[in-house]
């Protein structure tokens, strides 16, 4: 099996690109959360005065203090591999980028680190209500961070309001809100975030349930279960619907990740969805293999989900690659020769240009203009390259969507014995929520790995494929560097885990 | 006048020596807040001084001076892939592959057209393992 994997430097690259921003995402959902915890926790305390409240607030805060200082700074790698490993596309977008990163940063360190200290350092020091707004603060500023490189991610997902300038090489901003609003921006902001809030109950549920399983700090723990089971089942509810969301504008803007989510091949009317299924891993487009080696199927509700439609059509990977007249869907096939003729007079543009041959530019540019969208599909070789790796799209896609059900169950089944003030009797729930808190990571990982490995060959979607978008730089360097980060991650996850379990260990303080 | 500035000056010093003492007194009072500064340091002082000066430089600035030429590299890359084939008439060892995509059997029962089983080779595509 391995010799059939490439390990061509774009392959490294995206490698070392997945590595750092799957570890980044360990810390930054855990931030999202737990702020809007705390934040809920201080406002309890300030509500009934009940220093209880307070302590359980403090020991929050402290684990989550911990979580930000190991994960800050780890988002920034990404940027250092884009202007590296990924210069192309680094200068290419560049235009686009500026603004919400820019904004990231002012926002981060405005809200965050202003109000971060007065919520560390400010107990005593500051009254109780200001203290509680500088808790809010640093939620909402945390959240805020996260949406401005959501809504970048959102852009490469479906490139908007924008146009490409041929003199330039890049991509220019023409309607901020255009980018900021567009389906994939709200879609990846609410779906990411509710996904941290989700991962962050679970957390505090883990705690707690390990806590009453000791029968140690047994009244914080439940208040705790009882505070985040309530976020969490109305956060997890939430993400169902953000998920269905995310699937219907895959559907109509990046039909090819939908298919390979489902590894639907040969498109069809009244859609099945895989409830669960092994993939033929050998399937490839055009071929007459069967697309699993076992599955069930729950008939027409991929159709209802996709389009809203019970019965309606769902294009499969074939008729994507191939195109369907019967259905109106144009073929990957139709698109590289469009895409080949975008770049033929992209090149002639230029040429004509740099030998001051206005008429000659003006022609080409004006043909240019006219196959532009399909820039990106002019850099396949084959219509095969516009595929998408199937297996890892379907088993991750499967991995979120059961672990993202079941959250809904166990969430539910806290907050009833809490409600019902039976928890502690309910031994057998513990050992699911620290399960569980593992699960949510495993699905937000694997989420990840939906929308990113789902749209692939795409670095930007239709625009720019990663073969493109990479530096032409040796292999060995890129190699290098990824272990040197899987090295010095892994030292800075196993301090991380360390201290809180120290911390856990010793728990909130008792008040009498 | 002279009052009230002196007097908004003087509050705004009050609020300043507030700010500043919320910080000092916070940082002296830290016991494991000391451990996690040191971590962000260390890893803070290998994130920039290690792996961004010796192995991240930005490939385009250290190549090229100004951004035109950034912009004409750019430009190189974007054109030269494919230059050598002819959109329609696809020949060289590149034609099996172009070839393969202008062969189209008839549709199959779905509507969509098939390959050949001699095609279903050029369709591979190695970033699928």
């Given at each position: 099996?391995?010799?059939?994997?490439?390990?061509?430097?774009?392959?490294?690259?995206?490698?070392?690109?997945?590595?750092?921003?799957?570890?980044?995402?360990?810390?930054?959902?855990?931030?999202l959360?737990?702020?809007?915890?705390?934040?809920?926790?201080?406002?309890?305390?300030?509500?009934?005065?009940?220093?209880?409240?307070?302590?359980?607030?403090?020991?929050?805060?402290?684990?989550?203090?911990?979580n930000?200082?190991?994960?800050?700074?780890?988002?920034?790698?990404?940027?250092?591999?884009?202007?590296?490993n990924?210069?192309?596309?680094?200068?290419?977008?560049?235009?686009?980028?500026?603004?919400?990163?820019?904004?990231?940063?002012?926002?981060?360190?405005?809200?965050e680190?202003?109000?971060f200290?007065?919520?560390?350092?400010?107990?005593?020091?500051?009254?109780?209500?200001?203290?509680?707004f500088?808790?809010w603060?640093?939620?909402?500023?945390?959240?805020?961070?996260?949406?401005w490189?959501?809504?970048?991610?959102?852009w490469m997902?479906?490139?908007?309001?924008?146009?490409?300038?041929?003199?330039?090489?890049?991509?220019?901003?023409?309607?901020?809100?255009?980018?900021?609003?567009?389906?994939?921006?709200?879609s990846?902001?609410?779906?990411?975030?509710?996904?941290?809030?989700?991962?962050?109950?679970?957390?505090?549920?883990?705690?707690?349930?390990?806590?009453?399983?000791?029968?140690?700090?047994?009244?914080?723990?439940?208040?705790?279960i009882?505070?985040?089971?309530?976020?969490?089942?109305?956060?997890?509810?939430?993400?169902a619907?953000?998920?269905?969301?995310?699937?219907?504008?895959?559907?109509?803007?990046?039909?090819?990740?939908?298919?390979?989510?489902?590894g639907?091949?040969?498109?069809?009317?009244?859609?099945?969805?895989?409830?669960?299924?092994?993939?033929?891993?050998?399937?490839?487009?055009?071929?007459?293999?069967?697309?699993?080696?076992?599955?069930?199927?729950?008939?027409?509700?991929?159709?209802?989900?996709?389009?809203?439609?019970?019965?309606?059509?769902?294009?499969?990977?074939?008729?994507?690659?191939?195109?369907?007249?019967?259905?109106n869907?144009?073929?990957?096939?139709?698109?590289?020769?469009?895409?080949?003729?975008?770049?033929?007079?992209?090149?002639?543009?230029k040429?004509?240009?740099?030998?001051?041959?206005?008429?000659?530019?003006a022609?080409?540019?004006?043909?240019?203009?006219?196959?532009?969208?399909?820039?990106?599909?002019?850099?396949?070789?084959?219509?095969?390259?516009?595929?998408?790796?199937?297996s890892?799209?379907?088993?991750?896609?499967?991995?979120?969507?059961?672990?993202?059900?079941a959250?809904?169950?166990?969430?539910?089944?806290?907050?009833?014995?809490?409600?019902?003030g039976?928890?502690?009797?309910?031994?057998?729930?513990y050992?699911l929520?620290?399960?569980?808190?593992?699960?949510?990571?495993?699905?937000?990982?694997?989420?990840?790995?939906?929308?990113?490995?789902?749209?692939?060959?795409?670095?930007?979607?239709g625009?720019?494929?990663?073969?493109?978008?990479?530096?032409?730089?040796?292999?060995v360097?890129?190699?290098?560097?990824?272990?040197?980060?899987?090295?010095?991650?892994?030292?800075?996850?196993?301090?991380?885990?360390?201290?809180?379990?120290?911390?856990i260990?010793?728990?909130?303080?008792?008040?009498? | 006048?002279?009052?009230n500035?002196?007097?908004?000056?003087?509050?705004?010093?009050?609020i300043?020596?507030?700010?500043?003492?919320?910080?000092?007194?916070?940082?002296?009072?830290?016991?494991?807040?000391?451990?996690?500064?040191?971590?962000?340091?260390?890893?803070?002082?290998?994130i920039?001084?290690?792996?961004?000066?010796?192995?991240?430089?930005d490939?385009?600035?250290?190549?090229?001076?100004?951004?035109?030429?950034?912009?004409?590299?750019?430009?190189?890359?974007?054109?030269?892939?494919?230059?050598?084939?002819?959109?329609?008439?696809p020949?060289?060892?590149?034609?099996?592959?172009?070839?393969?995509?202008?062969?189209?059997?008839?549709p199959?029962?779905?509507?969509?057209?098939?390959?050949?089983?001699?095609?279903?080779?050029?369709?591979?595509?190695?970033?699928?393992?």
């Open positions: 099996m391995l010799e059939h994997i490439d390990l061509s430097t774009v392959n490294w690259a995206r490698a070392q690109f997945a590595l750092t921003a799957m570890y980044h995402w360990i810390f930054v959902p855990l931030t959360g737990l702020s809007f915890l705390c934040a809920f926790f201080e406002t309890i305390y300030v509500k009934t005065g009940k220093e209880e409240w307070k302590e359980l607030t403090r020991f929050w805060m402290k684990l989550f203090g911990i930000f200082a190991i994960g800050v700074a780890t988002g920034i790698i990404l940027e250092f591999e884009f202007g590296t990924w210069a192309n596309y680094s200068w290419m977008v560049g235009d686009i980028f500026g603004a919400p990163l820019a904004i990231e940063g002012i926002a981060a360190f405005f809200l680190a202003t109000f200290a007065v919520m560390f350092f400010g107990w005593n020091r500051v009254s109780q209500k200001f203290h509680l500088s808790t603060m640093v939620a909402i500023g945390s959240n805020l961070s996260a949406l490189i959501l809504v970048a991610n959102g997902q479906f490139p908007t309001g924008m146009a490409f300038n041929p003199d330039t090489a890049r991509f220019e901003m023409k309607n901020f809100f255009e980018v900021v609003f567009s389906p994939y921006a709200i990846k902001f609410t779906h990411a975030t509710t996904s941290g809030f989700v991962l962050s109950s679970f957390f505090v549920i883990a705690i707690a349930s390990y806590y009453l399983s000791r029968k140690r700090h047994v009244l914080m723990a439940k208040r705790s009882a505070v985040a089971a309530l976020f969490g089942l109305v956060a997890s509810l939430l993400l619907f953000t998920g269905d969301e995310a699937a219907f504008i895959d559907a109509k803007h990046q039909p090819m990740k939908l298919a390979a989510m489902e639907l091949w040969d498109g069809t009317t009244n859609a099945p969805i895989v409830a669960f299924g092994i993939v033929n891993g050998m399937k490839k487009p055009g071929d007459f293999n069967d697309p699993f080696v076992f599955d069930f199927k729950i008939p027409g509700l991929l159709s209802l989900l996709a389009n809203r439609q019970p019965g309606s059509f769902v294009p499969g990977i074939n008729d994507l690659v191939f195109g369907n007249s019967g259905q869907i144009t073929g990957v096939t139709d698109m590289i020769e469009r895409g080949r003729l975008a770049v033929k007079y992209l090149g002639e543009y040429n004509a240009k740099e030998a001051g041959d206005i008429s000659r530019a022609n080409a540019l004006a043909e240019f203009n006219k196959h532009e969208s399909f820039l990106g599909y002019g850099h396949l070789k084959s219509p095969a390259e516009a595929v998408p790796p199937v890892i799209t379907f088993y991750s896609f499967h991995v979120m969507a059961a672990v993202g059900t959250m809904i169950l166990i969430l539910a089944l806290f907050l009833f014995y809490t409600m019902k039976t928890i502690e009797n309910a031994a057998w729930l050992p929520g620290i399960l569980f808190f593992v699960l949510a990571f495993v699905a937000g990982e694997a989420g990840w790995v939906v929308a990113e490995v789902g749209r692939q060959p795409w670095a930007i979607q625009l720019l494929p990663v073969s493109v978008a990479r530096t032409d730089i040796a292999p360097n890129v190699k290098l560097t990824f272990f040197m980060f899987l090295a010095t991650f892994t030292l800075l996850l196993i301090a991380e885990i360390r201290i809180m379990l120290s911390q260990q010793k728990g909130p303080k008792e008040v009498n | 006048m002279t009052e500035t002196s007097c908004s000056s003087k509050t705004g010093k009050d300043l020596g507030r700010i500043i003492d919320l910080y000092v007194q916070g940082i002296r009072s830290m016991r494991l807040g000391r451990t996690l500064w040191k971590i962000i340091a260390i890893k803070v002082f290998i920039f001084f290690i792996f961004k000066l010796f192995f991240f430089p490939m385009l600035n250290r190549a090229f001076d100004t951004d035109s030429e950034k912009a004409e590299h750019v430009l190189q890359v974007l054109t030269l892939q494919n230059q050598d084939e002819e959109i329609h008439q020949s060289g060892d590149t034609g099996q592959k172009a070839g393969a995509m202008k062969k189209k059997p008839g199959d029962a779905h509507g969509h057209p098939r390959v050949s089983d001699s095609n279903i080779l050029s369709f591979q595509d190695k970033n699928h393992t």
